[in-house]
């Protein structure tokens, strides 16, 4: 069974540059997997950031960007704001209907 | 504005039933496929279902295949999440998401409703 990983835990300083990726357990990821990601608070809805590997979604801050980053996709947050720590979900279209999301990246701004 | 609203959660008994409704506005409901996602107390996201917009379409996760079944009214702009035979791990906050077939994306998210099964 195909599991959609991410880091645990991820810190950054504030104003710095963080990556977050999103890959696969076998396997590599590429567009065709339209990998999209979602941030999200404690206690509040998931809120859309990216979409078809890179697209930001309307009014998300240009300082988040997508990529594929070698075998994974990839989240940046440049210049990254305390109001960024967060909860960050990817998501792959696996085919056939389905939908995985990968375990979340716990975000901490200090 | 796109608005969905959840609503049908509570407490309810190991092996019960529960119907979950999330209510649609602000957008052409017939013309959009529909998500259940479903987080448990402190984890992750996890994807339930799709829905076709005319509800001729309905894939699963296979975790959930059998036991819950997604559904649609277009004339009442409502998507529906059937639960039966619950456990203990479906304790959980349900979301119900618009999704983009296009782009394969949950671009606009419900606030959830949470279930609690326990005896």
């Known amino acids: 069974q195909t599991v959609v990983t991410q880091e645990p835990s991820v810190s950054v300083s504030p104003g710095g540059t963080v990556t977050l990726t999103c890959g696969l357990s076998?396997?590599?990821?590429?567009?065709?997997?339209?990998p999209s990601w979602y941030q999200q608070t404690p206690g509040q809805a998931p809120r859309t950031l990216i979409y078809s590997t890179n697209t930001r979604s309307s009014g998300v801050p240009d300082r988040f960007s997508g990529s594929i980053l070698g075998n994974k996709a990839a989240l940046t947050i440049t210049g990254a704001q305390t109001d960024d720590e967060s909860d960050y979900y990817c998501v792959f279209y696996m085919g056939s209907g389905i939908s995985m999301f990968g375990g979340g990246t716990k975000l901490t701004v200090l | 504005e796109v608005q969905l609203v959840e609503s049908g959660g509570g407490l309810v008994q190991p092996g019960g039933s529960l119907r979950l409704s999330c209510a649609a506005s602000?957008?052409?409901?017939?013309?959009?496929?529909m998500s259940w996602v479903r987080q448990a107390p402190g984890k992750g996201l996890e994807w339930l279902a799709n829905i076709k917009p005319d509800g001729s379409e309905k894939y699963y996760v296979d975790s959930v295949k059998g036991r819950f079944t997604i559904s649609r009214d277009n004339a009442e702009n409502s998507l529906h999440l059937q639960i039966n035979s619950l456990r203990a791990e479906d304790t959980a906050v349900y979301f119900c998401?618009?999704?983009?077939?296009?782009?394969?994306?949950?671009?606009?998210w419900g606030q959830g409703t949470l279930v609690t099964v326990s005896s």
């Open positions: 998401a618009r999704r983009v077939s296009s782009l394969k994306v949950f671009d606009h």
């Open positions: 602000g957008f052409t409901f017939s013309s959009y496929w």
């Open positions: 076998s396997g590599s990821v590429s567009t065709s997997y339209y």
